[in-house]
């Protein structure tokens, strides 16, 4: 047999005995292709883009209206929002470098520089950590907050414009992480002391008490529409990735428009335009467990068909020598505690060298490969075992079997294999027959198992040594 040959499916599909057969697994389980969005997925997805739009759209009319002041609930969305970005960003970060995939290095700075920036955001709020301002001044919250939402949606076009790029993104995880922070240190530095300072009277961005705040307010806005249009447009949702980044930034634009309206903390606007802002992160990380579940179920059926591959033999599509020892010792075991025969039925072809030396190799895999589709298809039961024992030997192991109905299904697979009628000039019968052996034991501790397989041995020996075409078993 040459060294190369695969096992035909329609081979394997019909040769297996039923122990072996559930070592067949379809062969896209090996096909690792990018993840597409499913039809419920494209519903669900457009369902929740058109309640965020829906949601922005009825409360800008409303997003003044004063609610109950919560300084509480700031800290809570700056938390959550580090926390989902944080984990958003690492998942990035570990696909990219997995992946060798630059465009999610690029969308991981731009995760890991907002949820960076939430958390600077949160030391500059009036009174979310402290009675006043832990850093800054008293414009830096807004500053910040323009910063925050004004760079990720800055990081998310560039994303849109260069992702195909190999000179412009990031090559390793480590030169993100480290983009992420400088850029979140420069946000930091610029809020804290530089743009306060320079613009004293700017009191609170959010206010749009003067032309500059609304000015830098539509720059924003502007920012984050230009950033989910151009993603939605590019990339289609061709990917789940990008269906769910389009998603998300649509979050993120209800987010700045409504707390634009809002004018002010506290207002309708802004406590909702708070919740959509959480949806960008929100659901790019389900987008991404999803596909960690994905990738990982596709792994685990790749790596056991690989395992059962390994178990099998390619030109019979019988076990190999591998599954024989393994399940062999399994049910050695197994009928050791239940106190059950276990049978093994040795299977040789009869002057196959001669066969192989008149016809050639080739004739002889194919000789090999029809002796095994009756071998397989004379054990019925899910528990019995066929295998391809080495070169032209066999081997069946039938637990919970006496030698009486070892016999039978020896003589079957002989006669079976004697309708065949594969002929063979050179040996002492026109046409191809085997022999077999036949042992039985009721394992226990007295008893080894390879006492078992040299019994067997024995009788084919016996088998051939008389004439050959026969079975016979060992007393």
Known sequence: MAPDDLVDPK??????????????????????????????????????????????????????????????????????????????????????????????????????????????????????????????????????????????????????????????????????????????????????????????????????????????????????????????????????????????????????????????????????GRFCGISTSFVMLMSLLNDVLHTYGSVAAANDVLDRMSMTDALTGLGNRRMFDTIFNNEWRRCRRESQPLTVVMIDVDEFKSYNDTYGHQAGDDCLRRIGHQIAAATQRPSDLAARYGGEEFALVLPGTDVTGAKHVANRVRLSVRQLEIENRAASRPFVTVSAGIAMMVPSDNLDMMELLHRADMALYKAKAAGRDMVLAAS
């Not at 409360?59 to 002041?69: E, M, N, R």
């Not at 983009?179 to 306060?196: E, H, K, N, R, T």
């Not at 289609?236 to 980044?245: F, I, K, N």
């Open 11 to 272: 081979t394997a599909e019909t040769a297996y005995s039923p122990a072996a057969r559930k070592a067949a697994a379809p062969a896209s389980t090996l096909n690792f292709i990018k993840h597409k969005p499913t039809q419920r997925q494209r519903r669900l997805a457009f369902g929740i883009g058109g309640a965020l739009f829906a949601a922005m759209t009825a409360l800008v009319p409303f997003a003044q209206t004063p609610w109950l002041s919560i300084p509480g609930f700031i800290v809570f969305y700056a938390t959550a929002a580090f926390i989902l970005d944080l984990l958003v960003g690492l998942l990035l970060l570990s696909k990219g470098a997995v992946e060798s995939n630059r465009g999610h290095l690029l969308l991981a700075i731009g995760f890991l520089y907002a949820g960076l920036v939430a958390l600077i955001y949160l030391t500059t709020f009036p009174g979310a950590l402290v009675p006043g301002i832990l850093l800054g001044t008293n414009g830096s919250a807004g500053w910040l907050w323009v910063f925050w939402h004004g760079g990720f949606a800055a990081i998310m076009t560039y994303y849109g414009l260069f992702a195909g790029s190999r000179r412009a993104l990031p090559q390793r995880p480590f030169t993100a992480v480290c983009i992420a922070a400088l850029l979140a240190a420069i946000a930091g530095v610029a809020g804290f002391a530089v743009v306060p300072h320079i613009s004293p009277a700017f009191d609170s961005v959010l206010v749009m008490n003067t032309p500059g705040g609304r000015w830098t307010l539509m720059t924003v806005i502007t920012l984050n529409y230009v950033a989910a249009g151009l993603i939605s447009l590019r990339f289609r949702g061709r990917s789940a990735e990008h269906l769910w980044l389009s998603i998300g930034l649509i979050g993120a634009c209800a987010d700045v428009c409504l707390t634009a309206a809002g004018g002010h903390r506290f207002s309708l606007g802004w406590y909702v």
